[in-house]
Every structure is written in structure tokens, then in C-alpha cells.
Nanobody
């Protein structure tokens, strides 16, 4: 059974840092990513990482470039999102997602096969 379990969310102040984790079990994935959904808004892409052999590639939404860092510990099958210089507009439920075969379209939520339950991140001003 495949499971994605996020952790690390919480309440922080603007400018603070927070690291989210996503522990995957049940199988391995070519690509994994983070999406977020703020109240009253659609779910949006945040970041993703894909791997091909020993090479990995990372992708970021423009609004988080330079502030967020995605990484993956393959031995642990765990995905991380280090979030720095957090802003109130980063407030959302953050979801981990996994793609079995990494054929591209990493910013498209419909391409992902499995999802975590989400973890709340709240940034106060």
C-alpha cells in the first residue's frame, strides 16, 4: 500500500523558516513534488524534483524561487521542502505528491498518482 505522510507544518512569523517532510512508503517514484492550497483558492504547484538514473532536476514556482529548496533522500524515500523567508502569502495547506513515471508536466497536479493528506503552514505578519 502506497502512503505519503507529510509533517513539519506549523505557525511561524514572516521571515522565519520551516522544513516540511514527506515520507513515502510502498514503492519508489520517478518524481515527487509539493503543491499548496490557500483558503478560497485552487491548488497550485510549488516545487518538484524528478530523477533519471543518478541525475535529478528541480522545478520551482516563480514566487518561491530563491526562498524554497526541494530535496529528496532516496535511501529514505523522503521528500523535503525547506522554506525560508516565509511570507503571509505562503499560508496554505501543503500537499506532497508522487509520480510513478516521470514523463514531465511536473507542475500539473493531474499528472501525479499519489497524494498525502496535507499539512498546514500559517505565516503571520
Amino acid at each position: 500500500q502506497v502512503q505519503l505522510v507529510e509533517s513539519g507544518g506549523g505557525l511561524v512569523q514572516a521571515g522565519d523558516s520551516l522544513t516540511l517532510s514527506c515520507a513515502a512508503s510502498g514503492r519508489t517514484f520517478d518524481a515527487m513534488g509539493w503543491f499548496r492550497q490557500a483558503p478560497g483558492k485552487e491548488r497550485e504547484f510549488v516545487s518538484a524534483t524528478s530523477r533519471s538514473g543518478i541525475r535529478s532536476t528541480t522545478y520551482y514556482q516563480d514566487s518561491v524561487k530563491g526562498r524554497f529548496i526541494i530535496s529528496r533522500a532516496n535511501a529514505k524515500n523522503t521528500l523535503y521542502l525547506q522554506m525560508n523567508s516565509l511570507k503571509p502569502e505562503d499560508t496554505a495547506v501543503y500537499y506532497c505528491a508522487a509520480m510513478v513515471y516521470g514523463y514531465g508536466g511536473y507542475g500539473d497536479s493531474a499528472r501525479y498518482d499519489y497524494w498525502g493528506q496535507g499539512t498546514q503552514v500559517t505565516v503571520s505578519s
